[in-house]
C-alpha cells in the first residue's frame, strides 16, 4: 500500500494577500522609526549580514505586491523569501508555515483579507476638473487639423504616439480659436500642452508649451495658483523600472523622453531649487518603490546648483544619489536627439559595476506538487 503524505495546496497570492509583511518584518527583525510600513525600517533579516544601520525598507511593486529589500547588502524578496531566510526552511514550507500564520485551513473557505497598516505616504492633490475638462480637449485637438504644429514639435523631440497617448500629451491651438475659463493657460499662441500626472497617474497641473517663444515672449504658461497648486513635481506615466532607479529630470520633456526609455522618471517643475519638502516626496516614492535615485540635471551652471542642492538634502535623508549629467551645453532630451546610445551612458553612470540579478525577483502564482 503506497502512503501518500498530504501537502495543502496554497496559492501564493492568497497567502500574500493576508500577510501584511510591515507585521512581519516587525516580528522577525528589530525596526527603526515610522509607524507604518512605509518610511520604517528594519535591521537586516539575514543572518551573516550585520547590519548596524537598518538598511531595510519596504515597497510595492510594479504590481501592487509588498517587498523588501536590503540596501547595504542587496538582499530582498516577499514575505515568502522572508521566512525562508529566518527560519531557514524551503519555500514550501515558508509558504505552509505563512498559510496557518493567516489562519487558512485546508478544506475551509479563506479568510477575509485583513486590512494593511500599510498606506502611501503621497499627499493626493485633488485634481481640478477645470484643467481635466482642457487636458481633454486639447488631447482631441492634437489629432486633428489645428494640432499639425504640436505634433510636429512633440516629434521633433523624439516622443512617440504611445507616450503622448499615455501622458495625455494635447495641443492648444491658442485663445483665439479654444475659448477657456479664466485661470487657465493664457493661450497666447499655439501650444503644445503637457499635464502633470501625480504618482497614482492622475492629471493635478498642466503646462502649456509654446511652439514659438519669440512669439510669445515666454516658453511656458501655467494654470493660476488658484485653479490649482503647483505640484513642483510630475510624475510620467510608468513604461518601466530600468536600472532600478528614479531619474530626477529638469522639465517634463526630458522626464517624457526618460519614461519612453523605460526609465522610472520624475519632472522637477519651474525654476525654484528644489527644497526640503520636495526632497521628502523623491526620497519617499523612491523609497516606496524600492528605487535608487540619479539626478539627470543639465549640464549649465543652474543644473549643477541643482544638483548640488538636491544631492546635500537627499544625503540628510539617509539617500545616496547619483549624478547623471549630459554632454555640455545639452539637456536630456537634446542628448536623446543626438546621440542613440544615450541610455547605455546612463545605465553605465548608474551601476559602475555590473550587478547581478538575484533569483527571487522571478514571481510564480502557484506551485504544483
Ligand atoms: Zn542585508
Given at each position: 500500500?503506497?502512503?501518500?503524505?498530504?501537502?495543502?495546496?496554497?496559492?501564493?497570492?492568497?497567502?500574500?494577500?493576508?500577510?501584511?509583511?510591515?507585521?512581519?518584518?516587525?516580528?522577525?527583525?528589530?525596526?527603526?522609526?515610522?509607524?507604518?510600513?512605509?518610511?520604517?525600517?528594519?535591521?537586516?533579516?539575514?543572518?551573516?549580514?550585520?547590519?548596524?544601520?537598518?538598511?531595510?525598507?519596504?515597497?510595492?511593486?510594479?504590481?501592487?505586491?509588498?517587498?523588501?529589500?536590503?540596501?547595504?547588502?542587496?538582499?530582498?524578496?516577499?514575505?515568502?523569501?522572508?521566512?525562508?531566510?529566518?527560519?531557514?526552511?524551503?519555500?514550501?514550507?515558508?509558504?505552509?508555515?505563512?498559510?496557518?500564520?493567516?489562519?487558512?485551513?485546508?478544506?475551509?473557505?479563506?479568510?477575509?483579507?485583513?486590512?494593511?497598516?500599510?498606506?502611501?505616504?503621497?499627499?493626493?492633490v485633488e485634481p481640478s476638473p477645470v484643467i481635466?475638462?482642457y487636458?481633454?480637449?486639447?488631447?482631441?485637438?492634437?489629432?486633428?487639423?489645428?494640432?499639425?504644429?504640436?505634433?510636429?514639435?512633440?516629434?521633433?523631440?523624439?516622443?512617440?504616439?504611445?507616450?503622448?497617448?499615455?501622458?495625455?500629451?494635447?495641443?492648444?491651438?491658442?485663445?483665439?480659436?479654444?475659448?477657456r475659463e479664466r485661470g487657465l493657460p493664457y493661450?497666447?499662441?499655439?501650444?503644445?500642452?503637457?499635464?502633470a500626472?501625480?504618482?497614482?497617474?492622475?492629471v493635478v497641473y498642466v503646462q502649456a508649451?509654446?511652439?514659438?517663444?519669440?512669439?510669445?515672449?515666454?516658453?511656458y504658461d501655467n494654470p493660476s495658483a488658484a485653479l490649482a497648486p503647483h505640484p513642483r513635481l510630475a510624475?510620467?506615466?510608468?513604461?518601466?523600472?530600468?536600472?532600478?532607479?528614479?531619474?530626477?529630470?529638469?522639465?517634463?520633456?526630458?522626464?517624457?523622453?526618460?519614461?519612453?526609455?523605460?526609465?522610472?522618471?520624475?519632472?522637477?517643475l519651474g525654476a525654484q531649487?528644489?527644497?526640503?519638502s520636495?526632497?521628502?516626496?523623491?526620497?519617499?516614492?523612491?523609497?516606496?518603490?524600492?528605487?535608487?535615485?540619479?539626478?539627470?540635471?543639465?549640464?549649465?551652471?543652474?543644473?549643477?546648483?541643482?544638483?548640488?542642492?538636491?544631492?546635500?538634502?537627499?544625503?540628510?535623508?539617509?539617500?545616496?544619489?547619483?549624478?547623471?549629467?549630459?554632454?555640455?551645453?545639452?539637456?536630456?532630451?537634446?542628448?536623446?536627439?543626438?546621440?542613440?546610445?544615450?541610455?547605455?551612458?546612463?545605465?553605465?553612470?548608474?551601476?559602475?559595476?555590473?550587478?547581478?540579478?538575484?533569483?527571487?525577483?522571478?514571481?510564480?502564482?502557484?506551485?504544483?506538487?
Amino acid at each position: 500500500m503506497v502512503h501518500t503524505e498530504q501537502r495543502p495546496h496554497w496559492r501564493i497570492d492568497d497567502v500574500l494577500d493576508r500577510t501584511d509583511l510591515a507585521a512581519l518584518l516587525d516580528e522577525v527583525t528589530p525596526a527603526v522609526g515610522g509607524s507604518a510600513g512605509f518610511g520604517r525600517k528594519w535591521h537586516c533579516p539575514i543572518a551573516d549580514h550585520e547590519d548596524h544601520h537598518a538598511s531595510v525598507t519596504m515597497f510595492r511593486n510594479r504590481h501592487g505586491h509588498e517587498r523588501w529589500r536590503c540596501w547595504s547588502g542587496d538582499h530582498r524578496g516577499d514575505a515568502i523569501d522572508l521566512v525562508v531566510a529566518v527560519r531557514h526552511c524551503y519555500r514550501i514550507d515558508a509558504i505552509d508555515w505563512l498559510a496557518t500564520r493567516a489562519g487558512m485551513v485546508p478544506g475551509r473557505p479563506l479568510p477575509a483579507i485583513p486590512v494593511r497598516r500599510t498606506q502611501s505616504l503621497t499627499v493626493a492633490v485633488e485634481p481640478s476638473p477645470v484643467i481635466e475638462h482642457y487636458v481633454r480637449l486639447c488631447e482631441s485637438v492634437l489629432s486633428g487639423p489645428q494640432g499639425r504644429g504640436a505634433r510636429e514639435w512633440l516629434r521633433a523631440r523624439g516622443l512617440t504616439d504611445d507616450t503622448i497617448q499615455a501622458n495625455r500629451i494635447g495641443a492648444d491651438p491658442g485663445r483665439i480659436l479654444l475659448r477657456r475659463e479664466r485661470g487657465l493657460p493664457y493661450g497666447s499662441d499655439a501650444a503644445a500642452v503637457l499635464p502633470a500626472l501625480d504618482p497614482s497617474g492622475r492629471v493635478v497641473y498642466v503646462q502649456a508649451r509654446y511652439l514659438d517663444p519669440d512669439v510669445t515672449g515666454r516658453k511656458y504658461d501655467n494654470p493660476s495658483a488658484a485653479l490649482a497648486p503647483h505640484p513642483r513635481l510630475a510624475y510620467p506615466a510608468p513604461n518601466g523600472e530600468r536600472g532600478e532607479v528614479l531619474l530626477v529630470c529638469e522639465g517634463l520633456p526630458d522626464a517624457l523622453i526618460a519614461s519612453q526609455m523605460g526609465f522610472r522618471a520624475v519632472a522637477l517643475l519651474g525654476a525654484q531649487t528644489p527644497d526640503q519638502s520636495v526632497a521628502s516626496r523623491l526620497a519617499n516614492f523612491a523609497s516606496e518603490h524600492g528605487l535608487a535615485i540619479a539626478i539627470a540635471a543639465d549640464s549649465d551652471p543652474a543644473g549643477h546648483r541643482l544638483t548640488a542642492t538636491l544631492t546635500e538634502l537627499l544625503r540628510q535623508r539617509n539617500v545616496d544619489a547619483v549624478s547623471v549629467t549630459p554632454p555640455e551645453g545639452l539637456d536630456l532630451n537634446a542628448w536623446a536627439l543626438v546621440d542613440p546610445s544615450w541610455h547605455d551612458w546612463i545605465d553605465r553612470a548608474i551601476h559602475p559595476t555590473p550587478t547581478v540579478e538575484i533569483a527571487d525577483e522571478l514571481e510564480i502564482d502557484c506551485i504544483d506538487l
